[in-house]
């Protein structure tokens, strides 16, 4: 994608190629859905700490995977969508036992397990503010490289299919 970018940017001028250039890099294939992607962007966007997906923590023999993890400080952000609870009564009673099972024992091995649900993502910046918040005992400022990813979304990436949207339609 690095080498798309480099192509476009000698064709054309308006590209902002160095935020598409640090975009790109902070991209990760680890996140399931764009639910997660818009998550780990916006905490890529204030965290001092390195910021991983798909974060493998054992615990008790049992072996989780952290949807988002700042694994420096035990904590983990976790995306709740409906995919994961299956499609009919036994398994959404099959994926609540489990659930519960697997927040006890993280909790337990000492990690903070955070939530994000879809409704959160009506407000980016609340969001931000939210994340910069829970960040806030652990380092004193947003790291230049970190906040040089942040920008509101603009009203293009809004559209009539999309799950959440930047601006009022």
């Given at each position: 994608m690095?080498?798309?970018l480099?192509?476009?940017?000698q064709?054309?001028?308006?590209?902002?190629?160095?935020?598409?250039?640090?975009?790109?890099?902070?991209?990760?294939?680890?996140?399931?859905?764009?639910?997660?992607?818009?998550?780990?962007?916006?905490?890529?966007?204030?965290?001092?700490?390195?910021?991983?997906?798909?974060?493998?923590?054992?615990v008790?023999?049992?072996?989780?995977?952290?949807d988002?993890a700042?694994?420096?400080?035990?904590i983990?952000?976790?995306?709740?969508?409906?995919?994961?609870?299956?499609k009919?009564?036994t398994?959404f009673?099959r994926?609540?036992?489990?659930?519960i099972?697997?927040e006890?024992?993280?909790r337990?091995?000492?990690?903070?397990?955070?939530?994000?649900?879809?409704?959160?993502?009506?407000?980016?910046?609340?969001?931000?503010?939210?994340?910069?918040?829970?960040?806030?005992?652990?380092?004193?400022?947003i790291p230049?490289?970190?906040?040089a990813?942040?920008a509101?979304?603009?009203?293009a990436?809004?559209?009539?299919?999309?799950?959440?949207?930047?601006?009022?339609?």
């Amino acid at each position: 994608m690095l080498e798309c970018l480099d192509l476009y940017r000698q064709q054309k001028e308006c590209v902002p190629y160095k935020r598409a250039q640090r975009l790109i890099a902070a991209a990760d294939p680890g996140c399931d859905n764009p639910a997660e992607a818009a998550l780990l962007w916006v905490l890529k966007s204030v965290s001092a700490f390195e910021v991983v997906t798909q974060f493998e923590i054992v615990v008790n023999g049992r072996r989780y995977f952290a949807d988002i993890a700042i694994p420096g400080l035990m904590i983990i952000f976790e995306f709740d969508g409906i995919g994961k609870l299956g499609k009919d009564d036994t398994e959404f009673a099959r994926a609540k036992r489990d659930w519960i099972q697997r927040e006890n024992d993280l909790r337990s091995a000492g990690w903070r397990i955070h939530r994000v649900s879809w409704r959160d993502y009506e407000d980016f910046a609340a969001l931000r503010a939210w994340a910069i918040k829970l960040l806030r005992p652990h380092q004193v400022a947003i790291p230049e490289h970190a906040e040089a990813l942040w920008a509101l979304p603009t009203e293009a990436c809004d559209g009539p299919s999309r799950r959440f949207h930047v601006h009022a339609r």
